[in-house]
């Protein structure tokens, strides 16, 4: 007991601090001070300020919606004199952070569910029936086969399929794309995003955004880098590309938007940056499915009730609107982590001139008597032991 | 090799621990303990306990489903009496991680390709052909002006353009909305979490949910916290604002589901957290494209097989399922760090009371000289050198 | 000024290296070593080596493609002999990072808005039209009660409902499901990725992969585990589920691609790795709407203009694309972090071994004498205080 209270009037009242060799040199003392700034530059200007050390982290959880705009005319021997306007070229109506621009299309007409010839290739074209097992059908098929071997054309006959027939005939895809036109498309995009730990919201329609700018406004890196409408043509040259070589097969781009911020200053430092990347690499190795199309339908019927469709092969760009970025703000823990640790490191400078000092100097010896104070665990070794 | 051997057997065989002042003062020592126990209780209590420190988080990986339900019945001169279910109002048909229920419509029927007077606007208001450049369109126009000027009405000229006619007339928004009776659909949310680095996995229909309360059950932020059966109205008001005023012109409403889970505690504790948001900000000064819509067409074909269309401008609510959040498990690392970076704010302490006690206290003379103890690097310094 | 200098000078040309008592002892040495190398192999090895804290992270920015590839043959008493492509059962056409592939159908063929019997229920069945508020529906009622009750069949008498009619009988699902066959369709899966941190882009499609591999190739775990190219039917198996069962009543299934890079190394290695899981789980106890489906409908007009549907009940498999990861790649500043908070976990031993030193061992009192130098702050307390 009365131990534990001595013990703890000890504890409380003593203050123990390490005995301290002043080593009086300018090499070695300049040197200490020299790692010690290193280590502080390295602590306070890197960690930080460059870094933001100080900052806790957040990323951006968005929400997206894009609206495309233009009308166009086209004039070809299947579909006559006809006007592309919204509802025709967008499909679907509409996405969540993507957009898909109609720019070439294959249409075949009129298909009804019944029997006729496989387009001609590498397993359909054949010589008699017994080269068409029925019932089969491969992954690049139209349909199933029937069995029947007929002619597809005066010189060529293929295996007979079930299918909606016509079969569709994508051999040759119309080049400059049908839809060429969609170049000066416009595209509106509206982000909203949201910082949860910090609950900070902000749109992509800045504030100081009037609503007359916004009716006019094209996108431009240069003179307009906060108007969120993209003209089509544009927003491909951005990324590189030519826009009529990419309608032709298609592909996808990238919208991205950047919001890095630091809500340390003011919100309105908290700005999207937009980059424009192609998302479909066309290397021409690589060369399944190149660019970016699908099919659908229109579905009709008559009046004897049979049902009639309207494939369509669509090719087009799809725009997808990819959001990220980290917001950053003081928060006590990661200071004192960074601090903490860069502390730590303070010990490094000692260590290296304890190295030197007692190591490479000439006074090495001297030194090291002063620091040392040697004490031996030995009984022998008591006697021996000298006081410094 | 014998002095290697040495130097090995007093690396191994030697300890060394640094020297200590200790000094007997009730005010350094206390002082001193404060300081540490400050330090202590940071690292302890916020580092580890408050914020975590010790814990590897992850961040969620999901997957969402949504399915409306509900019917309702409207009556207008133009559609007529009139059913809409599920299939009639929901588009496009499923979606990913959002689901569109339309509220209001402008439908424009019969619509065909050829030529028509454009709306009256800025540009297409014309006196004569000369105002009316053919083959022009702006952003704004429904079809390319075929350059004559036309009667619109009565009073009125505007020029003609060849689009799908009758052209669409958006300028005046059904209000009350169409759909008005959307308040009372319902929706059902499906959501799937996933931690990858955890690999743990949850539903949002938590296992103590019967069928028969998942038959009946409405969301309610007080009594039903966990249904995620949501009715539309109730779901727009906790956004705080009024679904009847949102229904005339669309918009976009946020159903974010934040997952927090500790992983150290009990799967059972860990649940989602619904909160509601309205994604499209309504400032009267950014009233571009306000609210959200977007235009579809159904297509037909008559006898003669010309393409007729019923062209429909959808306003509606866009429900975006945003889902979010973070899991935490004790991992050794951020433990380590955590505690290392404590440890070394230790060092804090000494400085500190080192300060006083060399530079403030009235001692400070004498307590430096026992603390530290001058070398001379210079031979003339040696002699004057005293022994503490 | 004369101070200010002095001061300078000392804080330039000193340096001040702690006292240290060496302490020759096998025991303490060694075990001081022993703590000092455990504390050393946890900070390389752990935090460095195993756990690469010297290394900044970035997670995963991707863009998703998918393409369904397959055909197939029906014939059932209501649909007759009918072919089945792409544009016919995948819906909608395209997504954005899942796609659904209808695998079973609810057909009701040419409804027309109208009056009809509702489905007989819990709340539908009637006596008389007593039993029918006229006006009234409910979530799960496929119109609005007219408040007459008719005969639904010759035992069976139901509320009428202003509706599609004839109302959609969803009672029974076809099983097996319609489209079975889909099991042998094939999936495209394209994905882009991006790390914006390291600005690290690369595809699924690897650079080593050809042409003429791609037309041909299946993924395989085993065989083949980079080919983009999945079937259907083995896809789910890979989730440890039967496709044929989840083809009944629809499901989700998730294509998880994890892209884990060490930017450190050659690009080459940092390769996706395909997982599957069913998002959807079926347990029997939540089966509210279980498995995957929607409804949509073709509209058609017929000669006297009045519209006719042919509604839908879609059960289908959705395969979201999951894609996640973090890409790692050397920076200082978690370098610094880690070895700084490492360096303060070596204090660690000297504490330990000097407890032990002082509170332990035998010779404790005379090792304390040695460390210690008691300074008493009090006047009486010089003369007592006696130099080691």
Known sequence: ??????????????????????????????MNRAVQLFILAYVIG??????????????????????????????????GFR????????????????????????????????????LPGRTSVCKSDSDCPAGTTDTHSSGVATGRCVPYNRTLKTCEVAAWCPVEDDSLVPS?????????????????????????????????????????????????????IFRLGRLVEYAGHSFQDMAVEGGIMGIQIRWDCNLDRAASFCLPRYSFRRLDTRDKNHNVSPGYNFRFAKYYTDLTGTEHRTQIKAYGIRFDIIVFGKAGKFDIIPTMISIGSGLALFGVATVLCDIIVLYCMKKRYYFREKK????????QGIHNEMDQ
Do not use: H
């Not at 900070?200 to 009716?215: A, D, E, Q, S, V």
């Not at 040392?372 to 009984?379: A, G, H, L, N, S």
């Open 1 to 30: 007991m009365a131990g534990c209270c001595s013990w703890l009037r000890g504890f409380l009242f003593e203050y123990d601090t390490p005995r301290i060799v002043l080593i009086r040199s300018r090499k070695v003392g300049l």
């Open 46 to 79: 890197w960690v930080l300020v460059w870094e933001k050390g100080y900052q806790e982290v957040d990323s951006v959880v968005s929400s997206v919606t894009a609206k495309a705009k233009g009308v166009t005319v086209t004039n070809s021997s299947q579909l």
């Open 83 to 118: 006007i592309w306007d919204v509802a025709d070229y967008v499909i679907p109506a509409q996405g969540e952070n993507s957009i898909f621009i109609m720019t070439n299309i294959i249409v075949t007409m009129n298909q009804t569910q019944g029997f006729c010839p496989e």
């Open 176 to 228: 400059p794309a049908f839809l060429k036109a969609a170049e000066n498309f416009t595209l509106l995009v509206k982000n909203n995003i949201w910082y949860p730990k910090f609950n900070f919201t902000k749109r992509n329609i800045l504030p100081n955004i009037t609503t007359t700018y916004l009716k006019s406004c094209i996108y431009d890196a240069a003179t307009d880098p906060f108007c969120p």
């Open 372 to 379: 040392y104070k040697y004490v031996e665990d030995y009984e």
